[in-house]
DNA sequence: TAGATTGTTAATCGATTAACAATC
DNA sequence: TAGATTGTTAATCGATTAACAATC
């Protein structure tokens, strides 16, 4: 596996190469340099070679990388051939905006099931037919099919309960959309905290003094 | 100015600091050792000392920190004097999920207005009294009170479109929520993309490689 | 061939961790 | 005083950048 070779902060660039590459398609570009890319992307060549080779080389020299192949190479490895089951839970204001994300625009992501507590939402249904569950039938409807992932759109109070119960039926990662951090620790399991809270409170700083 | 001195990634540990030691001091808590802490954030007392060192020596020796002190100085950090005054820019769901996180939980922001596009959302009142204006009224109502930065809850192409204009009524800062990045580059202005997109992409990857 | 651009190694930079004297 | 724990310097680690031979 070269897998594991590809460090998190060649990871959380993906996205970025993925979105430029994919705008250059659509535009009939075929072919890039590294030097083009850097421009964009606001880094230097040497980091975008050091990236694409991270994961195979497959520029060719003098002439620099083929758009479709490099479009094919980050989309492997940002979301792979088989989709992540993933089950939403919490259906409000913030679970609502991720839900149509999740199934619009998303890719790598296969929305399986919407959990809610509350008696207004419980039996209605998602645009796209997806119904809203009882949480507390939560082990019963993920009994046939364990979710990879559970996207957390609840009260930290609530996560922190809902965590264990999940470790329990299977799940092998939790994204956590709450103002708050989920300090759990699972061996094996990826906690991510993805939520507004801490976004928020460390770009005040960072507009105050100018840094970036 | 020692503000310089603190780097980015340990700006980005503060909320988790911060998060930690409230809890604490709700407990009843007066003191804590820089290992006490690591054990908490998941980290070595080595990387809490030269944290809390870097904005100032304040612990004692032989003794540990104390939990009012610390709180003290990560709040000033974090939240200053002075809140950003702040605007609102699409008030769909995502955009009504920050709101109510901006106006109930985060400290340090001020919300002076918010904008919408369409036409049933224009007029409206956002929970706390604040009205939603027409996003083309958005010169006229700044031009009394200049934001200090606008978060952006809106499409890509609508966030690339009022850039220029966000910069013009003197904006230093957008926070971009929408889902795709905003690749604008101003001079002297922090552009920082908080979207749900990338951090959704990036993290399927993780959890299939178990990668933390 | 000459020019361009990659792949890859080496150098630099910065952040994290370890170690330990200072001191409460 | 002895034990604990900081502040701070040094060592390590990893990521970014620079340099350049390989090659299209």
Redesign the pocket.
Same mark, same amino acid.
């Given at each position: 596996m070269s897998q594991n070779k590809v !460090?998190?902060?060649?990871i959380r660039?993906l996205p970025k190469y993925y979105r430029y590459i994919s705008d250059m398609k659509k535009n009939g570009v075929v072919k890039? @340099? @590294? !030097?083009?890319?850097a421009r964009m992307m606001g +880094? +230097?060549? !040497? #980091?975008?070679? &050091?990236?694409?080779?991270c994961f195979g080389?497959?520029? &060719? #020299?003098?002439?620099?990388?083929h758009i479709d192949v490099l479009l094919e190479e980050i989309s492997r490895l940002l979301f792979s051939e088989r989709k992540l089951n993933t089950i939403l839970i919490g259906t409000g204001r913030l679970g609502r905006a991720i839900y149509s994300y999740l199934t619009a625009e998303a890719r790598g992501y296969h929305l399986m099931a919407a959990f809610d507590r509350s008696e207004s939402e419980i039996g209605r249904t998602l645009p796209g037919d997806v119904p809203i569950s009882d949480i507390r039938d939560l082990e019963t409807i993920c009994a046939g099919c364990v979710p990879d992932v559970a996207v957390l759109c609840v009260p930290r109070q609530s996560a922190m309960q809902l965590a264990p119960q999940l470790v329990n039926i299977g799940i092998r990662g939790f994204w956590n959309f709450s103002h708050y951090d989920l300090s759990v620790d699972y061996e094996g399991i990826t906690v991510e905290n993805v939520h507004l809270g801490d976004s928020l409170m460390t770009l005040g700083y960072r507009v105050r003094n100018d840094q970036m």
């Open positions: !460090s998190l902060p060649v660039r890039v @340099s @590294s !030097s083009e890319l +880094t +230097t060549a !040497s #980091q975008v070679r &050091q990236d694409f080779n080389g497959f520029g &060719q #020299q003098g002439i620099g990388y």
